[in-house]
């Protein structure tokens, strides 16, 4: 049986961080699915449409990464995909309470889906799209923090540097 794992998240921006849980997500299932989050609760600075287009350009060589949008609750799109398994990331401790509880979570609500968390490269352990959206936004640099692709949409979006 081949192993399907979905990788959720808002993705507003794709990170560094994000880059290297799906790399090492690629490595050891099957297929990954990169699953955004339509979430018309929070205002993203990338529009679905971007968010998609931006995954699907940095792993267009990796055939076995998938991007696709989900609404609802993430087990009902994993059980809609025949997926067996959640990839979430964990940088630091601080990661791990909100990881635990959602982890939990999903398995009351679905007990036949498994979640695996990943650790980042180091290097990349301080990340989040929030910092890189304020650090860009107010003047800093965060080349090597994104794809190149990313940082040209921030600037063409933002301004700057
Ligand atoms: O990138 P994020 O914001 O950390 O991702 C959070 C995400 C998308 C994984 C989480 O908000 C989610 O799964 N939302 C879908 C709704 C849902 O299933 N909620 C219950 C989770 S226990």
């Known amino acids: 049986m081949s192993t399907l794992a979905v990788y959720p998240g808002s993705f507003d921006p794709l990170t560094n ?9 690629a490595r050891l299932f099957d297929r990954i699915i990169v699953a955004i989050l339509v979430n018309a609760e929070k205002s993203p600075l990338f529009s679905m449409a971007e968010r998609v287009e931006i995954a699907r350009a940095v792993f267009t060589h990796l ?3 998938e991007v696709d949008t989900f609404e609802g609750l993430l087990v009902d799109y994993v059980e809609r995909r025949s997926a067996q398994v959640i990839v979430r990331g964990l940088r630091a401790v601080s990661d791990f309470e909100f990881e635990f509880q959602m982890a939990l979570m999903n398995r009351r609500l679905n ?7 990943m650790m980042p490269a180091e290097q990349y352990s301080y990340i989040s799209s929030r910092l890189i959206k ?6 800093g640099r965060v080349h090597g923090l994104v794809p190149d ?3 040209e949409r ?8």
Request: no cysteine; charged share 25%; glycine share 14%.
């Open 17 to 25: 961080g994000h880059v290297d849980i799906i790399l090492r997500g």
């Open 63 to 65: 055939p076995n990464v």
């Open 111 to 117: 007990g036949k889906i498994e979640t695996v968390f």
């Open 134 to 139: 304020e650090v860009f936004s107010l003047g």
């Open 149 to 151: 692709m990313v940082e």
């Open 154 to 161: 921030l600037r063409a979006k933002v301004g700057k540097p």
